[in-house]
């Protein structure tokens, strides 16, 4: 059990937009500690898509982008493409726990 | 260039240890935050420990007591040494720079596997 929740699964058609959403708690999200999303294509290590909450890496493309709100964050796809089908990750800290803690992944399908 | 390469995963018993290690280049370990995150077999991603720059430890409960995280500063190596292994730690193991309150993985090995069973 995640302390992060994402939805297992979104899809959609080429060129179209999805969003994949991640709630936390009091104690994470909603303490005001940043999300960061990774993606992790097939096969691959997980690489930084977003920081700080709606922050892109050099080299990524700008029709990736994040939002956060309250308890919870989102990642939004625009202009899908094939090889964004990968999961993606939203990441934040817990105080409880004191520590990283991760969603527990969104697997993208472009149809 | 950053690379981080990590090495030292394969097979080993219940109860077994293990030392995975992650060689450095393109940025100094000791001046980073480090952590080691794992991924079981079809699963999520699962942060296990950080070592700061200051050399403060943390662990995750479920490694707290069986696994020591170091690092080498004239190798600019992280280590992970695991003992007491149980098949639930079976997982592909990545090192990251980041790890604490507000940074995050910005940089990633491309992991080893480790493997309990009997």
């Known amino acids: 059990q995640s302390v992060l929740t994402q939805p297992p699964s979104v899809s959609g058609a080429p060129g179209q937009r999805v969003t994949i959403s991640c709630t936390g708690s009091?104690?994470?999200?909603?303490?005001?500690?940043?999300v960061h999303w990774y993606q992790q294509l097939p096969g691959t290590a997980p690489k930084l898509l977003i920081y700080?909450?709606?922050n892109r890496p050099s080299g990524v493309p700008d029709r990736f982008s994040g939002s956060k709100s309250g308890t919870s964050a989102s990642l939004a796809i625009t202009g899908l493409q094939a090889d964004d089908e990968a999961d993606y990750y939203c990441?934040?800290?817990?105080?409880?726990?004191?520590?990283?803690?991760f969603g527990g992944g969104t697997q993208l399908t472009v149809l | 260039e950053v690379q981080l390469v990590e090495s030292g995963g394969g097979l080993v018993q219940p109860g077994g240890s293990l030392r995975l290690s992650c060689a450095v280049s393109?940025?100094?370990?000791?001046?980073?935050?480090m952590s080691w995150v794992r991924q079981a077999p079809g699963k999520g991603l699962e942060w296990v420990s950080v070592?700061?720059?200051?050399?403060?430890?943390y662990f995750a409960d479920s490694v707290e007591g069986r696994f020591t995280i170091s690092r080498h500063n004239s190798k600019n190596t992280l280590y992970l040494q695991m003992n007491s292994l149980r098949a639930e730690d079976t997982a592909v193991y990545y090192c990251?720079?980041?790890?604490?309150?507000?940074?995050?993985?910005?940089?990633w090995g491309q992991g080893t596997l480790v493997t309990v069973s009997s």
């Open positions: 990251a720079r980041g790890g604490d309150s507000l940074r995050y993985f910005d940089s």
């Open positions: 990441q934040s800290f817990d105080s409880s726990l004191y520590s990283p803690v």
């Open positions: 700080v909450n709606n």
């Open positions: 009091s104690s994470n999200i909603g303490a005001g500690y940043d």
């Open positions: 070592i700061y720059s200051g050399g403060r430890t």
């Open positions: 393109g940025f100094t370990v000791s001046t980073n935050y």
